[in-house]
């Protein structure tokens, strides 16, 4: 069983940054790789950012690439997702997401286990 606790997120303004952290349990975080999706109200949850279990390669959506940067601490079993330049559509619930595979995908089914999610709301 894993455990996946997320943290970070707030209410920003547009332009701002933040910095989600995402800390691991329960397994060998470094086996897999890790994700990050998020979902606003009324949509499907999306794909954000992936990073492979050694942190080598990294996967971004169109939607944030340029502004968000995915990284991983393998000593302190925790993925963070730096978002700078934040927008208004970047609003929503951000999960982190726990991979059933060693390389990078973007579906959430090949993630198979979930944190609980922290809303992040940018508003002027």
């Known amino acids: 069983q894993v455990q996946l606790v997320e943290s970070g997120g707030g209410l920003v303004q547009p332009g701002g940054s933040l910095r989600l952290s995402c800390a691991a349990s329960?397994?060998?975080?470094?086996?897999?790789?890790m994700g990050w999706f998020r979902q606003a109200p009324g949509k499907e949850r999306e794909f954000v950012a992936a990073?492979?279990?050694?942190?080598?390669?990294?996967a971004y959506a169109d939607s944030v690439k340029g502004r968000f940067t995915i990284s991983r601490d393998n000593a302190k079993n925790t993925v963070y997702l730096q978002m700078n330049s934040l927008k208004l559509e970047d609003t929503a619930v951000y999960y982190c997401?726990?991979?059933?595979?060693?390389?990078?995908?973007?579906?959430?089914?090949?993630?198979?286990?979930w944190g609980q999610g922290t809303q992040v709301t940018v508003s002027s």
């Open positions: 997401a726990f991979g059933a595979t060693t390389t990078i995908r973007s579906s959430p089914d090949n993630y198979n286990y």
């Open positions: 990073i492979s279990r050694l942190g080598i390669s990294t």
């Open positions: 329960g397994r060998t975080f470094s086996s897999v790789s």
